[in-house]
């Protein structure tokens, strides 16, 4: 079992920045990826960043591209999302979220992130 604790997000203008952060304890050298998405209100949970857990590469959505950064990996617990440059269109829930398998298979309880035009 992976366990995952969530904290930053909140309120922030347009153009602003914050980061979140995931601390995971439990069987952690089982995970080989970790990640985060987000649910905005009336829309369906979206990816959002992903990084490898050995450390190095990641991905994100073109949604977010220059403007997030995932960063950690199991020697630099916990996981971090800098977000930058925030947009309204940013505002959901953000949910970190585990993969040992082929599948995300452990999540957050979820940030509030609203950004005010």
């Known amino acids: 079992q992976v366990q995952l604790v969530q904290s930053g997000g909140g309120l922030v203008q347009a153009g602003g920045s914050l980061r979140l952060s995931c601390a995971a304890s439990g069987r952690t050298s089982r995970i080989y990826t970790m990640g985060w998405f987000r649910q905005a209100p009336g829309k369906e949970r979206e990816f959002v960043a992903a990084?490898?857990?050995?450390?190095?590469?990641?991905t994100y959505a073109d949604s977010v591209k220059g403007r997030f950064t995932i960063s950690g990996d199991n020697a630099k617990n916990p996981m971090y999302l800098q977000m930058n440059s925030l947009k309204p269109e940013d505002t959901a829930v953000y949910y970190c979220?585990?993969?040992?398998?082929?599948?995300?298979?452990?999540w957050g309880q979820g940030t509030q992130v609203t950004v005010s035009s």
């Open positions: 979220t585990a993969k040992l398998t082929s599948s995300y298979d452990f």
């Open positions: 990084i490898s857990w050995s450390g190095g590469s990641t």
